[in-house]
């Protein structure tokens, strides 16, 4: 190894940056966490309650059943989208005549802004006259209706994101697979190996790292979504698909309960990290250490 | 193009009276010189309103003073945000704030703003000579404090209205089809009872036609069902306030002396549930932007309609398949409500709308309340209403465009001047976004089947009770 | 890969096509379509073709200026990440650096913040805080940039970690051997041969900054409004403004598509890992 003074210099601008804009807005949160807070609170001074915000949040039956949808949520979209952007990926990988266009064509979604997703997506599914529904009706006599069925509405939330995010999958595994060196694959297949040998035993202990970056990227992301899903169902039917990252907002933006919020949040983000220090722990940090 | 023709008219308008009373030009430019080099910022939603204030009113503003005007529209949840946060931080980002007139009293609570009428008084210089209080009409007085000073300047006013389509009521047919099977005369409905006859009749006789009853603004994830019950159904079955009491600690329940679940509300919600399973599918999903929507195509025979989309519905063929066949009524009501709220008690339909506040951290306040008083002047109203379907001022009602205008609207604008009294504005509560997110989930459940209407309303009302406690209102 | 039918590929990638394109294809014929007959009886072909949104979008200044905006914040955003994600990813993967596996997991967590409550810190960082004399962060693109770094530069990072860790020592050695500088190496070898990696980080940092919403909506206020933040001003409370929003959407595809064919270009750079056999 060579001097680490060199590698010290080359993580400092990173470490200053998310340091300056990660951390102090943490603490910031942290702290609020920790006080009665509502501006238009019949009191609107900060109150400090030591951790009675976290006692109620044990009891908040909203917040727990939005814990349980958005882990559901987070659970069927993020599990599509790694198998078949992984399957999208190994298409990309063959020959082809007008590949690039199709790759082009594949991540024109990413482009899209969520909240107009969001919006497509709700005309798309607009009971009796949104495209969907009507030809479901139409061409299977099936009733599609997105504010009154839960199911629906949750499937459908699904739905979109997977429309949406399978292509950063997709991109994210085929730059792990174009950088696989060959020589394994070609000794392989003298060797006579079958395509899910090759799978199993080689190509996936070898993309891994780069499959769970990016189950842990899309997971974060989902648990955070807002944006599109509030444009589509706006948290309903009910509860059905008020996702966390929605119900934070209303308890942020319409409530304006700062304290509350900050509470919930400190809460979301210490779940997020351990369920991903658990999959990094067990499943990446030993081979690294390997090495 | 068609905001550069309003822009004529008013500049027109503008040089007339100019022309008139040269004393008045001057004062614009006299006031403007002392505040040459301010900007002045101003934070709204983006409503047709509030877009004639940024793309005629502000330039015009600007040519006349020398002050300049950046006017930000944005969606109002974040408009909301960003003006608290810009009162609450004290940053005095903001000179001008819009006020949407359910939140004034939460920002009255706060001492975000400044008193207007006070400010002028305080120094006369200010005062332009073609500005007056006494201008405004009543919708004025929901954005004045205890001493009846103004704290907000009206911009935008409207009501939640009964529209009708006159061509499927007038059609002998339909007339006789509606004697046949009800024995009655088909008419505007008054009463409830004769509204779900109607929407009954007109969703059978629809059918395959894509034509329904009524319209329902009953979204199962969004604040506009609230609303559409709260404000629109509970108060025609005499449940007014939300049926929360101020005077007595803020009760919500009937045991404690609310009324939030009492069977009158019981009575409107059950009316108004039976009224959205007659309605078009897309209700369920549908806020006040699609019920509007959903007229304007021609699938809803009647329905409560907000009178600020009613003017497009009405009359805007690019938006609208209705134009010339929208009639306009008062919502229905339970009998006695009507003359009940006659006598000046409650209220039988929302009375919506908005002002320009200036916010206490302004660092321009006097270059601001030069901009308040130039929109709030009666030459600048005629072509903004017509622009915004919006009527602030007394003196604009008799504005020849505006006139027209009402014609095609079917008389909206008339109904407003002479039974806007019978509306009212969202109840005097500093804690409006709280307790309506706090109860919302629950009255979202009742829509989708989950918890019984009756059981509901109960849980909605002991909810609201303790959200008062928890936000500190209950004691 | 098994060889196989290129014929057959594309036959399938056109059906895949269809997939991804359809909703693309309903927010162009929502473009073109006047409000109310978007609530009427939906039908697949469009007829007749509404330009009137384009021709509006087109015309106004101000969307000129957000896009403009959106261009230079998510690019700035895009190359200040994958540069010192580069950078940092190099340093834990060649450096014994006390303790890089909790540094590199630390980083990531800085993107699993709930955006909502967030926002209040970083508005008062934001103009109470970073203040210079008249200059405040608020409202500014250099703001953003920087904002944005928060939550993208640990995304970089983690997507650029394994395809520099996958790329053999051997070939830094060799490079040292040779009498090459650290600057010599990272830039001759390292560098080269991340570009697939780093044009994938590229376009998604990109993507992200481009569409960010909230952040934007609430730290900007007329200056470095970006165009994600202009589409919001079409729901309101009178009505969403379904057709315009979806011109601006369509509208916006062009200069991402742009970018987009610039950067895909590197991603089939790769395969260039003969070099260690030889």
Redesign the interface.
């Known amino acids: 190894m060579r001097s680490n003074k060199v590698g010290w210099l080359l993580l400092t601008p990173t470490l200053l940056l998310l340091g300056v804009f990660g951390i102090l807005p943490f603490i910031y949160v942290l702290f609020l966490s920790f006080h009665q807070w509502n501006p238009f609170g019949a009191s609107p001074d900060r109150i400090f309650i030591w951790g009675n915000n976290f006692r109620r949040l044990v009891f908040d039956g909203e917040f727990l059943l939005s814990i349980w949808v958005t882990l559901k949520f987070a659970f069927f979209a993020v599990f599509s989208e790694i198998v078949i952007g992984y399957l999208l990926a190994q298409l990309f990988m063959r020959e082809f005549p007008g590949r690039a266009v199709f790759r082009t064509i594949h991540t024109l979604p990413l482009i899209v802004a969520p909240i107009v997703v969001g919006s497509v997506w709700r005309l798309m599914t607009t009971p009796s006259i949104g495209i969907i529904p009507y030809y479901a009706n139409q061409l299977f006599g099936i009733d599609i209706n997105i504010g009154r069925d839960a199911g629906t509405a949750f499937m459908f939330t699904v739905i979109m994101d997977i429309w949406h995010w399978t292509p950063l999958v997709t991109l994210t595994l085929l730059a792990a697979l174009l950088s696989l060196p060959k020589e394994p694959f070609e000794q392989a297949q003298i060797d006579g190996a079958s395509r899910a040998q090759i799978f199993w035993h080689i190509t996936l202990p070898m993309i891994r790292p780069a499959i769970l970056a990016t189950v842990f990227i899309r997971l974060m992301d989902a648990l955070r979504t807002v944006d599109e899903v509030w444009m589509l169902t706006g948290g309903g039917p009910g509860a059905a698909t008020r996702y966390i990252g929605l119900h934070i907002w209303k308890v942020v933006f319409p409530k304006t309960d700062y304290g509350y919020g900050s509470a919930i949040s400190v809460i979301v983000l210490y779940l997020t990290l351990v369920m991903c220090w658990m999959l990094y722990v067990g499943l990446v940090a030993p081979r690294n250490k390997g090495n | 193009m068609r905001h550069h023709l309003k822009a004529g008219g008013a500049t027109l308008l503008i040089g007339l009276l100019a022309g008139s009373m040269p004393a008045l030009a001057d004062f614009w430019s006299d006031a403007g010189a002392k505040f040459q080099g301010v900007t002045l910022?101003g934070?709204t939603?983006?409503?047709?309103p509030s877009n004639y204030v940024k793309d005629v009113l502000a330039p015009e503003f600007t040519e006349k003073t020398g002050i300049k005007v950046?006017i930000?529209?944005?969606?109002?949840?974040?408009m909301?945000?960003?003006a608290?946060?810009d009162m609450?931080?004290g940053?005095g980002?903001y000179d001008m704030v819009y006020i949407e007139q359910d939140i004034i009293y939460?920002y009255l609570?706060?001492n975000f703003l400044v008193d207007i009428t006070k400010a002028l008084a305080d120094d006369p210089s200010l005062k332009a000579p073609d500005f007056s209080e006494e201008a405004f009409t009543s919708f004025a007085d929901y954005f004045k404090n205890a001493d009846g000073d103004l704290m907000g300047l009206p911009m935008e006013a409207f009501i939640k209205i009964y529209l009708y389509r006159t061509d499927l009521f007038n059609d002998p047919e339909i007339q006789a089809a509606f004697k046949e099977k009800t024995g009655k005369d088909l008419k505007p409905a008054t009463t409830h009872e004769e509204y779900t006859e109607i929407a009954e009749f007109f969703t059978e006789w629809g059918q395959g036609k894509?034509i329904w009853g009524t319209t329902a603004q009953?979204?199962?994830?969004?604040?506009a069902s609230w609303y559409e019950f709260f404000e629109s159904i509970a108060p025609t079955f005499g449940v007014y306030n939300w049926g929360i009491d101020a005077d007595n600690n803020y009760a919500a329940s009937v045991a404690n002396g609310g009324r939030m679940n009492s069977d009158e509300a019981k009575a409107a919600l059950k009316y108004w549930l039976h009224l959205r399973d007659i309605a078009?599918?897309?209700?369920?999903?549908?806020t006040?932007?699609?019920t509007?929507?959903?007229f304007?195509?021609g699938?809803a025979a009647q329905g409560l309609i907000?009178g600020?989309?009613a003017a497009w519905i009405a009359s805007d063929p690019?938006?609208?398949?209705v134009v010339g066949n929208v009639g306009v009524a008062l919502p229905p009501t339970e009998p006695g409500v009507l003359e009940q709220v006659e006598a000046g008690e409650g209220y039988i339909g929302y009375y919506d709308g908005g002002a320009f506040g200036l916010p206490i951290t302004s660092k321009n306040q006097e270059a601001a309340l030069l901009f308040l008083q130039y929109i709030g002047q009666d030459s600048v109203q005629g072509p903004w209403a017509v622009a915004g379907s919006r009527i602030t001022n007394t003196a604009t009602y008799d504005d020849p465009a505006v006139q027209e205008l009402d014609k095609k609207l079917g008389g909206y604008f008339t109904m407003l001047r002479d039974q806007g009294k019978l509306f009212a504005g969202a109840p005097p509560f500093?804690?409006h976004?709280?307790v309506?997110?706090?109860t919302a989930?629950i009255f979202?459940?009742i829509?989708?089947g989950?918890i019984e209407p009756d059981a509901g309303l109960d849980q909605m009302a002991a909810k609201a009770e303790e959200e008062l406690t928890n936000?500190?209102?209950r004691k | 890969m098994r060889p196989s039918n290129p014929w057959l590929n594309v036959a399938l990638w056109v059906i895949l096509s269809f997939t991804t394109l359809f909703p693309i294809y309903w927010l162009f014929v929502i473009s073109v379509k006047p409000a109310v007959d978007l609530f009427t009886t939906p039908s697949v072909i469009l007829d007749t073709v509404y330009w009137r949104n384009y021709v509006e979008v087109f015309h106004d200044p101000t969307l000129r200026r957000y896009m403009t905006n959106s261009l230079i914040v998510s690019t700035g955003n895009a190359v200040l990440c994958s540069v010192l994600a580069f950078m940092a990813c190099y340093a834990l993967s060649r450096y014994d650096i006390g303790g890089k596996e909790n540094i590199f997991f630390w980083t990531i967590t800085n993107r699993m913040a709930p955006a909502a409550v967030f926002l209040l810190p970083f508005f008062l960082l934001f103009t109470k805080v970073f203040v210079i004399g008249d200059f405040k962060l608020y409202d500014t693109r250099i703001g953003l940039i920087l904002l944005y770094s928060t939550f993208n530069l640990p995304f970089a990072i983690w997507t650029l970690r394994p395809t520099i860790d996958g790329i053999p020592r051997e070939l830094d050695e060799a490079a040292t051997v040779d009498g090459a500088s650290t600057w010599q190496t990272i830039r001759e070898v390292i560098w080269p041969l991340a570009k697939p990696g780093l044009a994938v980080t590229f376009i998604l940092i990109w993507v992200f900054a481009w569409n960010e919403f909230l952040l934007a909506a609430t730290l900007t206020s007329f200056n470095a409004r970006t165009i994600t933040t202009g589409l919001s001003e079409y729901v309101t409370t009178t009505g969403t403004e379904w057709g315009k929003m979806a011109a601006i959407s369509i509208f916006t595809l062009i200069p991402a598509l742009i970018i987009f064919s610039m950067v895909q270009r590197h991603i089939v750079a790769g395969l260039t890992f003969g070099a260690v056999k030889e």
């Open positions: 910022h934070v939603e983006s409503t047709p950046e930000e529209t944005t969606s109002w949840d974040q909301y945000d960003k608290i946060k609450e931080a940053t980002i939460a609570a706060r894509d009953a979204h199962t994830g969004h604040p078009p599918p897309e209700s369920a999903a549908s006040w932007t699609e509007a929507t959903t304007a195509a699938r907000y600020e989309n690019e938006k609208s398949r500093p804690f976004a709280q309506r997110e706090a989930p979202y459940e829509l989708t989950a936000l500190g209102y």
